[in-house]
């Protein structure tokens, strides 16, 4: 009997490291802290409202995936976050590079600056996010996903709030208590209050919970549809600053950054000039890998050949 226990404690471990050592890693990872006093939500960042969490970076494995039309550009971004137990709370800062741009013809999200937000309830590297065929998902099964949820704010040239077209997978614009504003100078604004409900987290608010986010910025606007053209076209070329992956180039959620909600802590003061050197981290709180991987390895060799010892003596 002691035989079968310590053999099937033994497997058990074995399995279980090697659960650990597959599970996939975030494209990127923020920690957001929670506040004390929830944001107010006007365009305008104010010192110890938020964390400052991650600052683009173009060659950075957590925007350089699908970030794209940049080239010749100096797009400087930060980006913000903060959390209570009704709202995630996120704000993006960002060069207007664009300041006098042509609105499209048919006011779409891409022909003028916006940002397009993506969230999902949990670890975005949860088996349930992935597509059944480990690609990409096709955009309609994506869109029925009942998980699924993204949006878009900005603003038309005449300073009007887009309304129309804005939710793309879910109605998080619809909610009640969403709240958003856009403001436009030198730097661009993009300030959200998104209700947890509106994502449909109900649990895990709380410290050590988990969410999973990707943004992408158009802040150089694309063409839009030439209805002139013969055969008529979209042109989507703009320019876009792209958070973690799974908008753009293909609908992925497992792409999702990882959002960790910590503890609180002291929030900081607003940089006027230049960015901070904050950016997202890849991976933190995953699984081991590389090194990690081979000291479980060694921890399973053990278990299994103190089992073999214990069978052994139980022979003799």
């Not at 506040?35 to 305008?44: H, R």
């Not at 992956?245 to 992925?252: E, L, Q």
């Not at 991987?293 to 003596?313: E, Q, S």
Request: glycine fraction near 8%.
């Amino acid at each position: 009997m002691k035989k079968l226990v310590v053999l099937a404690l033994a497997l058990v471990m074995v399995f279980s490291i090697t659960a650990a050592v597959s599970a996939k890693d975030p494209i990127a990872t923020i920690n957001v802290p929670k506040c004390t006093t929830a944001p107010v939500i006007d365009g305008v960042i104010s010192d110890e409202e938020y964390k400052h969490v991650a600052s683009f970076d173009k060659n950075g494995s957590a925007w350089s995936r699908d970030t794209t039309g940049l080239d010749n550009l100096d797009v400087k971004l930060d980006m913000y976050a903060t959390w209570d137990d009704d709202y995630f709370y996120y704000a993006v800062r960002v060069t207007n590079v664009e300041p006098n741009y042509t609105p499209g013809p048919n006011n779409w999200v891409f022909e003028q600056p916006s940002l397009m937000t993506a969230m999902v309830y949990d670890d975005p590297t949860l088996p349930v996010f992935a597509a059944a065929d480990g690609k990409d998902w096709d955009w309609g099964v994506a869109y029925a996903a009942p998980f699924a949820r993204e949006w878009t704010i900005g603003q038309y040239k005449d300073g009007v709030d887009m309304v129309e077209g804005c939710n793309h997978f879910g109605a998080v614009r619809d909610h009640a208590d969403f709240k958003f504003k856009v403001v436009h100078g030198d730097f661009d604004v993009y300030e959200q209050a998104i209700p947890w409900a509106a994502i449909g987290k109900t649990e895990g608010i709380e410290v050590g919970g988990k969410a999973g986010l990707a943004f992408s910025n158009c802040v150089k606007t694309a063409e839009g549809y030439h209805a002139d053209a013969e055969p008529p076209y979209y042109d989507y070329a703009g320019g876009y600053v792209a958070f973690a992956s799974g908008i753009n180039a293909g609908k992925s959620f497992e792409r999702y950054g990882l959002v960790n909600l910590t503890a609180n802590e002291p929030f900081d003061s607003v940089v006027d000039e230049t960015s901070e050197e904050v950016s997202a981290e890849e991976s933190e709180g995953t699984a081991p890998t590389g090194d990690g991987t081979a000291i479980f390895a060694v921890i399973a060799m053990v278990a299994i050949a103190g089992a073999a010892v214990v069978v052994a003596k139980k022979r003799r």
